[in-house]
């Protein structure tokens, strides 16, 4: 619960968290539409 707080914290900030092999990466900006999409998926 902890780390998905604190992706969608970063998500609110406008990135994209992706973790790869227990590690989070920064993926890429996402536009305020991708957001949306976003978090009507999540």
Same mark, same amino acid.
């Given at each position: @619960? *902890?780390?998905?707080? %604190? &992706?969608?914290?970063?998500?609110?900030?406008?990135? #994209? @968290?992706? &973790? =790869? /092999?227990?590690? #989070? =990466? #920064?993926?890429?900006?996402? /536009?305020?539409? #991708? *957001? =949306? =999409?976003? %978090? &009507? *998926?999540?």
């Amino acid at each position: @619960m *902890k780390k998905d707080k %604190w &992706r969608l914290t970063k998500i609110n900030q406008g990135f #994209e @968290m992706t &973790r =790869i /092999s227990g590690q #989070e =990466i #920064e993926c890429r900006k996402l /536009s305020w539409f #991708e *957001k =949306i =999409i976003y %978090w &009507r *998926k999540y």
